[in-house]
């Protein structure tokens, strides 16, 4: 993928990009969605459906505590829709149990499985058919699109939120957000998953709950930074 380059512009789109470009040169590629390809491989199923599976169970939870939940299924089940498909509700539910909220997850994952059957679905669905589904809100249904779909809608979660209230002093609704990133960046998909992702990672990193400012790389961008952070 291309490094998007920078715009000499004081624009938003300007500020952005180059805000991209900046996370991307001091993290790296993050490579998100995470997917067991090896697994998938050796078992003849479908990296997508892994997504549309962590993409639910990572609802309200820590991404560590949803690859606790991804092991169990791929050693004690298999990592699949059709596996969810076929599964006892309540067998799912303690495959799943370390992601937290197992009862209402289980019940979901059993209602994606179904909707997305078959898996080919992806391609077509529309973002509004997802958000009508028991459960899925916003963010998820934008996870599945972008990652398992490779769909041009731009994922909006708490530290993304976090992040550009802090560095622009501007706070918006999800739509709101997931507009101004959808007017201001190119439309590439690699892009999309990798400024989401870069985000994120920042968030963790330096733009904490309590903000460690002083070793941010992008601080002097940022309108409410504290360099004594």
């Not at 909220?101 to 992806?122: C, D």
């Not at 903000?211 to 504290?226: F, H």
Request: glycine share 6%.
């Amino acid at each position: 993928m291309a490094k998007v380059q920078r715009e000499s512009s004081r624009s938003l789109k300007g500020s952005l990009i180059r805000v991209y470009d900046m996370l991307l040169k001091f993290y790296g590629y993050q490579g998100w969605w995470p997917i067991d390809r090896e697994y998938h491989l050796k078992r003849g199923t479908d990296p997508r459906e892994e997504i549309i599976i962590g993409a639910l169970l990572t609802q309200n939870t820590s991404w560590k505590n949803v690859e606790k939940a991804l092991y169990n299924l791929k050693v004690y089940g298999e990592l699949s829709l059709d596996y969810v498909r076929r599964e006892n509700e309540e067998r799912l539910k303690e495959l799943i149990r370390p992601a937290g909220s197992y009862n209402q997850k289980a019940e979901r994952l059993k209602l994606l499985a179904k909707f997305f059957n078959p898996i080919e679905s992806l391609k077509t669905v529309k973002r509004d058919e997802l958000l009508r589904l028991k459960g899925i809100g916003n963010e998820t249904a934008d996870v599945i699109l972008l990652y398992a779909g490779d769909r041009l809608t731009f994922v909006i979660d708490r530290y993304t939120q976090r992040f550009f209230q802090r560095f622009y002093n501007l706070s918006l609704s999800y739509e709101g957000l997931k507009t101004v990133f959808e007017e201001n960046l190119p439309e590439d998909i690699e892009v999309y998953k990798e400024f989401h992702a870069l985000m994120d990672e920042h968030a963790k990193v330096y733009c904490r709950s309590i903000p460690l400012c002083g070793g941010c790389p992008i601080r002097y961008m940022c309108v409410s930074a504290s360099p004594s952070s």
